[in-house]
């Protein structure tokens, strides 16, 4: 057992994956574990609007370092390795393929990114008085990252399906890449045609949103505010992620946390100003929060 869990994260040398921050050993000299700051981790799926509420809290005079996000962690900790030991492997150069890789990294850690995450150690000389990360997403990261983080509080972003969908059109991201073998390249998508997502060829999005949205959805293509091909790809991103990550469960642990002032939950179709305000009053005012206002 042992051999595999090397072959999925070697651990037996330190890498710096910043200046900031590193994982492995041996640990250099002064450097500290996670669990010895402050830490804010920020919890949602895509198009929640996390980067948006990372800009606000820094708006908002907050002292803090924001440690290397969800996508480069998934990379050198997780991709990375796994391409070095298993020769099969390729480089994920797609969003569904990648959601492989974290799935097979749960096998070893059901703690996920959770894990990751605790097991870094971090250069005191280079940070201010909070550490924040983007993101965690899912019940067995947040519940592994809440049991080995005790200094760590938590803030579950959220927004209605159709919000974080818009979103996610929008950003024209190249991270939201999906390979050509992911999807029905021999279907034609002709847009006066389309009348619910079985006919974009993504029929399991119809679970995430009513039959009214679903028509409204669609009518984006229709009044090309989006070609068939933009809309089912974000759509097929959409549905694997939601699989991926159960957002309910999730949202039950944190707000069982909710007594011990250590989450908060933001619907983030309100102001960005306003959620960094309350995360900064309900979470960051006990750790002796330096602001620059």
């Known amino acids: 057992m042992q051999h595999q869990v090397n072959t999925t994260r070697p651990n037996l040398f330190f890498e710096h994956l910043s200046p900031v921050v590193g994982v492995g050993f041996p640990v250099p000299k002064d450097w500290l574990p996670i669990t010895s700051f402050p830490l804010l981790i920020l919890v949602g799926m895509t198009g929640v609007g996390k980067s948006t509420i990372t800009k606000a809290l820094a708006e908002e005079g907050l002292d803090f370092t924001l440690l290397p996000n969800r996508r480069v962690l998934t990379e050198r900790v997780i991709i990375a390795p796994m391409l070095k030991m298993q020769e099969k492997l390729v480089q994920p150069h797609c969003r569904i393929k990648r959601l492989t890789y974290t799935r097979l990294y749960r096998e070893y850690f059901p703690g996920g990114m959770g ?20 993101s965690l997403r899912g019940e067995n990261e947040v519940r592994y990252a809440a049991t080995a983080l005790k200094n760590a509080k938590f803030v579950m972003l959220t927004a209605p399906n159709t919000v974080r969908l818009e979103r996610l059109l929008k950003r024209h991201d190249s991270f939201d890449r999906i390979a050509h073998q992911e999807l029905d390249d021999g279907m034609q998508i002709i847009p006066e045609v389309l009348s619910n997502f079985a006919s974009l060829g993504v029929p399991e999005a119809s679970a995430y949103f009513t039959p009214k949205e679903e028509q409204q959805i669609l009518e984006l293509v229709s009044k090309q505010v989006v070609t068939g091909v933009e809309l089912r790809e974000k759509l097929k991103i959409f549905v694997e992620e ?52």
């Open 242 to 293: 939601s699989q991926n990550y159960d957002s309910v469960p999730t949202k039950h642990i944190l707000e069982a946390m909710d007594t011990s002032d250590r989450s908060l939950i933001i619907d983030t179709i309100t102001s960005p100003q306003e959620s960094a305000k309350a995360i900064i009053s309900r979470l960051c005012k006990s750790v002796n929060i330096k602001t620059n206002k």
């Open 115 to 134: 894990h990751i995450l605790a097991s870094l150690h971090i250069n005191p000389q280079e940070v201010n008085s909070m550490l924040v990360f983007d």
